[in-house]
């Protein structure tokens, strides 16, 4: 019998090791983060992380200070990972905002020299992804020529206009968040909340996703389903359904 | 008496771009706020990066927020019929594919030629870029919407951007809070000035030569 659901958060995230690269689904503070995952990670303890995200977050504000932004009950993203000094490098698009009473945790960790951080335009980042999951070698994308992106990079004019050459991000770790999922790992999104996670997962050698609802098998129509079970591994289920993060 | 457009005017000439049919996605700040002023009989969907097409407008009430909908600049955003979600490789692959119409982004500084600077003021900090170098070369039509000077009354229309770039040769119109100015193969042309404001008093204020359209007028805001 094929069931790829597994017992809780943390039994998802137990073979994490030491120098993993991560792929985050999630973008911003919206929704789509897979909240207990990385709280079940933070817990877990894994070191040296290479995290890939659009944006990693903002972590937790510190005891007694006011949020700066809206966030659903028990919200976890990325940043909370940077914060534990668990992460030593991230790939991103969006680092977060770098302003007083607003300031992501990537960047004190990089003024400090804690944190390497690479800069990749966010629709890149996406096609270099998707580029892992699909089996392409590499690409030649016109965004970022004549920019500080194309520095080290091949160049090449195509239909007159400059080109370069980019490569797939591999992970061996993706994180996803997903709304509905049966036990073969098929999955539905919920509005903007699909951003990343579809794109990532499938992309790593292990995908996990964290789950909403799990449904009997067969009750998600074929006709709607966003991310097909193959690109599946492991499910975990969040125990409050719906409410929170 | 020369005042300055403020952000909710400059969104509101921008707002004056919108064409009936259009695919339009908006950037951060006065971009987003462009939203709120989209005339009366006309049609528009906008494009959101994070995965939508045809979203409403920011919800009114607490309850209408719904964590599921939220637009690029990670505001609330309500439903409207039409609308469709997809994920970021699609969405990326409708802006470098070319379907986006108009795409208007805040900038920091643009150049003669339509160089745009929006994302970092110094090399090698990290800086949100997101995707702003994707729109940029992506879309139809760009327009930059951006104060015509800095806090210290320095130039942001540039000869060349000293900033990092996001895009070469990208811009096509350049909206500020004193002028409206086109860039056209033969440089900059200046087409519209704000209310009390002359052709000299903006030229004064940017750094390269500005050729002044035959049909040059005042705002209509």
């Known amino acids: ?245 | 008496m020369k005042e300055r457009l403020d952000e909710q005017a400059m969104a509101l000439r921008v707002a004056r771009e919108f064409k009936d049919g259009m695919i339009i996605n908006l950037g951060f700040g006065i971009p987003t706020l462009a939203a709120n002023f989209i005339p009366e009989d006309i049609e528009v969907i906008f494009h959101a990066e994070n995965g939508c097409l045809g979203y409403g407008p920011m919800p009114r009430t607490v309850e209408e927020e719904d964590f599921h909908l939220v637009n690029a600049t990670g505001t609330f955003a309500t439903p409207r019929p039409g609308m469709c979600f997809f994920d970021h490789a699609e969405s990326f692959s409708m802006i470098r594919g070319r379907h986006i119409d108009l795409c208007v982004l805040g900038g920091l500084q643009v150049s003669e030629k339509g160089d745009l600077a929006n994302w970092a003021t110094g090399v090698g900090r990290p800086g949100n870029i997101g995707g702003a170098m994707d729109l940029a070369f992506g879309a139809h039509h760009l327009i930059a919407v951006m104060t015509h000077t800095t806090k210290n009354n320095e130039p942001k229309v540039l000869k060349e951007c000293t900033y990092p770039l996001t895009a070469p040769r990208c811009v096509n119109l350049i909206v500020t809070d004193i002028s409206v100015i086109e860039v056209t193969p033969d440089g900059l042309l200046l087409k519209e000035t704000a209310p009390g404001w002359t052709a000299a008093d903006v030229q004064a204020l940017t750094e390269p030569g500005l050729k002044i359209s035959k049909d040059l007028k005042q705002m209509e805001l």
């Open chain 1, 1 to 245: 019998m094929i069931n790829k659901v597994v017992a809780g958060f943390d039994e998802a995230v137990a073979d994490i090791f030491n120098g993993a690269v991560i792929f985050m689904g999630g973008f911003g503070p919206a929704n789509g983060t897979p909240s207990n995952l990385l709280r079940a990670l933070a817990k877990q303890g894994a070191k040296n992380l290479t995290l890939i995200a659009n944006t990693p977050g903002y972590g937790r504000s510190a005891p007694g200070a006011k949020a700066f932004r809206k966030t659903l009950p028990n919200y976890d993203d990325g940043g909370l990972l940077i914060q534990t000094g668990q992460v030593k490098k991230v790939i991103c698009a969006f680092p977060g905002m770098n302003r007083p009473g607003m300031t992501a945790p990537l960047h004190e960790k990089w003024q400090t020299g804690e944190l390497e951080v690479e800069m990749v335009p966010q629709g890149t980042l996406a096609e270099r992804i998707r580029a892992a999951k699909a089996g392409i070698g590499a690409f030649f994308i016109p965004t970022g020529a004549g920019t500080v992106m194309e520095q080290g990079k091949e160049k090449r004019v195509i239909d007159g206009r400059e080109h370069i050459l980019e490569y797939p991000l591999k992970a061996d770790f993706a994180l996803v968040r997903a709304y509905r999922a049966d036990r073969y790992g098929n999955l539905v999104y919920q509005g903007t909340s699909r951003n990343f996670n579809p794109v990532m997962a499938g992309a790593a050698k292990v995908t996990i996703v964290e789950v909403d609802e799990l449904v009997e098998l067969g009750s998600l129509s074929p006709e709607v389903i966003v991310t097909p079970g193959i690109y599946v591994d492991r499910i975990a289920v969040r125990e409050n359904g719906k409410k929170g993060a």
